[in-house]
Nanobody, 113 residues
Framework: QPRLVESGGGLVQPGGSLRLSCETS????????INWYRQIPGKEREFVLS????????NVANSVKGRFTGSRRDDWNTVYLQMNNLKPDDTAVYYC??????WGPGTQVTVSS
């Protein structure tokens, strides 16, 4: 069964940077686009960006364009979300996703001074 586990969340000051990781197993990650979503408490989960099979970003939400970038580790098993110039509005639980409704448990990111 496909499995995904996020890590790297934490507390960061506005304007700071953070890198999230998504460790995959149970499938061949090179064959699938991996998506990043986030959810603010009390609101619906929203799309952030997609990382293609070859690594380059595909769709990127306007709210993070120019600040967030996705990539893949050389062994294809880990997908990254590099977040720069973080804002308080970026505070959320971040999830990685694969088609077929497979999700990780999420990792909390809090942006605050």
């Amino acid at each position: 069964q496909p499995r995904l586990v996020e890590s790297g969340g934490g507390l960061v000051q506005p304007g700071g940077s953070l890198r999230l990781s998504c460790e995959t197993s149970g499938f061949t990650p090179k064959l699938y686009t991996i998506n990043w979503y986030r959810q603010i408490p009390g609101k619906e989960r929203e799309f952030v960006l997609s990382v293609s099979r070859s690594g380059p970003d595909l769709n990127v939400a306007n709210s993070v364009k120019g600040r967030f970038t996705g990539s893949r580790r050389d062994d294809w098993n880990t997908v990254y979300l590099q977040m720069n110039n973080l804002k308080p509005d970026d505070t959320a639980v971040y999830y990685c996703n694969r088609v077929g409704n497979y999700w990780g448990p999420g990792t909390q990111v809090t942006v605050s001074s």
